[in-house]
């Protein structure tokens, strides 16, 4: 069954690197792409950016300076890092999937990992 | 970028009640539009997709519909399982944006 799983760690100091890993079973990162989302507590919810099934990416503006997404598709796995890291980072980040054409639009979603910036 | 103007911020609504959440899209987006639900903890659930199209194993008191630049989702008869945050995301073009949220309140 298809299924999405973030990880990564659960604090991290202002100014520093923050790297999750997005583990995905049950379909191929080469059919589908993989996008980022995240929601700061009690807010709403803010698209990051994807890396599509031919490994090219997209990135929300506002964040595009500090973020990189990436895969290894021989371990189904999508990388996002985003560097110097600020207060208002803090939020919990998803991982979802995508394939505009079968109507498998943000089906399936991970759990959630809860991220907090602080000292 | 689009932008989504969600309508309202919040409500409260009493069981069997019809109720109505909107977005309003600021460029033309077509029917490209999901709305999810979002229960406390969880992950969001997708509920319709493509404006109007009931995903997988959602009650059919669920429905979306569009007029023009506005987008709606309906639950025509309101149970307490329903009470969320429910959110709409446009899929038309990149960045993709969503809605500000509405969070539904059972009375």
């Known amino acids: 069954q298809v299924q999405l799983k973030e990880s990564g760690p659960g604090l991290v100091q202002p100014s520093q690197t923050l790297s999750l890993t997005c583990t995905v079973s049950?379909?191929?990162?080469?059919?589908?792409?993989v996008h980022w989302v995240r929601q700061p507590p009690g807010k709403g919810l803010e698209w990051m950016g994807r890396?599509?099934?031919?490994?090219?990416?997209d990135y929300n503006s506002a964040l595009k300076s500090r973020l990189s997404i990436s895969r290894d598709t021989s371990k189904s796995q999508v990388f996002l890092k985003m560097n110097s890291l600020q207060t208002e980072d803090t939020a919990i980040y998803f991982c979802?999937?995508?394939?505009?054409?079968?109507?498998?639009?943000?089906?399936?979603w991970g759990q959630g990992v809860m991220v907090t910036v602080s000292s | 970028d689009i932008q989504m103007t969600q309508s309202p911020s919040s409500m409260s609504a009493s069981l069997g009640d019809r109720v109505t959440i909107t977005c309003q899209a600021s460029?033309?987006?077509?029917?490209?539009l999901i709305w999810f639900q979002q229960k406390p903890g969880k992950s969001p659930r997708r509920m319709i997709y493509?404006?109007?199209n009931l995903a997988n194993g959602v009650p059919s008191r669920f429905s979306g519909s569009r007029s023009g630049s506005d987008y709606s989702l309906t639950i025509i008869s309101l149970e307490s399982e329903d009470m969320a945050d429910y959110h709409c995301?446009?899929?038309?073009?990149?960045?993709?944006?969503f809605g500000s949220g509405t969070k539904l309140e059972i009375k």
């Open positions: 979802t999937r995508a394939h505009y054409y079968s109507g498998h639009y943000f089906d399936y």
């Open positions: 049950g379909f191929s990162l080469t059919d589908y792409s």
């Open positions: 890396i599509q099934s031919g490994g090219s990416t």
């Open positions: 460029q033309d987006i077509g029917n490209n």
């Open positions: 493509y404006a109007t």
């Open positions: 995301l446009q899929y038309k073009q990149y960045p993709l944006t």
